[in-house]
């Protein structure tokens, strides 16, 4: 049953209760199955949000033309980043230009589109602005939303200092994506910082999880790599992290980079800070076999310390029609 945009919106921001995680790593792997996947290191991002759409939607696809089955785009790829900007180009989701591209490409490519994100104004009233990523199925359906959780509020002396509070609010739920290849997580930039999104997503049967993301020349070369490595062979799964392009002439310097991680660690592919498309292939057999050589998910001590994944709810997409 599909719902409309009002009501599926209505879901995403409604608690729904939490199912224990029964089936084994095992089972809920064999119901997945490998696709291409393809990150968009997005370049030439300018003020005009419209031109920005349409270059967006010129790569995906390109990206869809080479095979890609999943195709990603970066935090914030229809706007300047940067919490000047967040207030000028919110949309609300149901009147959003930026949505109506990405439906639209993803039925005319045939392909799942994770978003990136958006600055999006709530409709609530509360004036409230949030970074957030809507996901798409090869219909033009949204089969999920996000919120980014944690806001990057940081302050390095000397090197950068930047405040999303300022401006934006952080959301409320996490977000696992249903597609015909299996489960995939999703978070946003700095959301990757903290291992418990990954952790949850794993236990609660993902393959993957992705991060549209824009760390900068500051973050980037300490930690962009690190942290998507350490997501995936902590998890045993496959993580992704999509960056802009790097603007020599922007006010926010990306660190680009994008990444793509396989579940022991290694790296499959990654790039400089230009604009270019990534893409590798992603089976779930990779997880299978790390999974029984290194038993991870057999031997955790959960009569000891908790388990994570216990502990929350998570948002399932549900499709819906524009009004």
Same mark, same amino acid.
């Given at each position: 049953?599909?719902?409309?945009? +009002?009501? #599926? ?38 003020? $005009? ?14 990206? #869809?033309?080479?095979? #890609? ?45 994770? +978003? ?7 409709? $609530? ?14 219909? +033009? ?90 997501? #995936? ?91």
């Amino acid at each position: 049953m599909l719902f409309t945009f +009002g009501q #599926a919106l209505r879901s995403f921001t409604q608690p729904i209760s939490s199912v224990p995680f029964r089936r084994t790593m095992s089972s809920v792997l064999a119901t997945c199955s490998p696709f291409k996947l393809a990150l968009v290191q997005l370049g030439n991002v300018t003020h $005009d949000m419209h031109a920005n759409l349409e270059h967006a939607r010129t790569m995906i696809l390109v990206a #869809a033309s080479r095979g #890609a089955d999943v195709v990603v785009l970066p935090e914030c790829f229809n706007s300047p980043y940067g919490t000047s900007y967040f207030p000028q180009y919110a949309e609300p989701l149901s009147t959003s230009a930026s949505v109506k591209m990405l439906s639209e490409t993803a039925k005319e490519a045939n392909v799942y589109i994770i +978003g990136g994100s958006i600055p999006e104004l709530a409709e $609530d009233g509360s004036g409230a602005i949030y970074n957030t990523l809507t996901a798409y199925n090869p219909g +033009g359906s949204i089969i999920g939303t996000h919120r980014k959780v944690h806001l990057f509020d940081i302050d390095v002396p000397g090197k950068i200092c930047f405040k999303e509070s300022e401006t934006l609010t952080g959301g409320s739920w996490l977000t696992h994506i249903d597609t015909r290849y299996g489960k995939i997580g999703v978070g946003i930039c700095y959301d990757m910082r903290f291992p418990e999104m990954a952790m949850i997503a794993a236990r609660k049967g993902c393959m993957a999880m992705i991060y549209p993301g824009a760390f900068n020349t500051t973050t980037g070369p300490m930690h962009w790599e690190l942290l998507q490595r350490a997501r #995936a062979v902590d998890n045993q799964i496959f993580v992704a992290a999509c960056s802009p392009a790097r603007d020599p002439d922007a006010s926010y310097q990306a660190w680009g980079h994008s990444t793509i991680v396989g579940p022991s660690g290694n790296v499959l592919q990654t790039c400089e800070e230009n604009e270019t498309i990534i893409y590798a292939h992603i089976d779930p057999e990779e997880i299978k076999t790390i999974r029984t050589n290194i038993p991870l998910y057999e031997q955790r001590r959960f009569d000891i310390y908790g388990d994570v994944s216990k502990t929350v709810d998570i948002k399932e997409g549900k499709g819906f029609k524009r009004e």
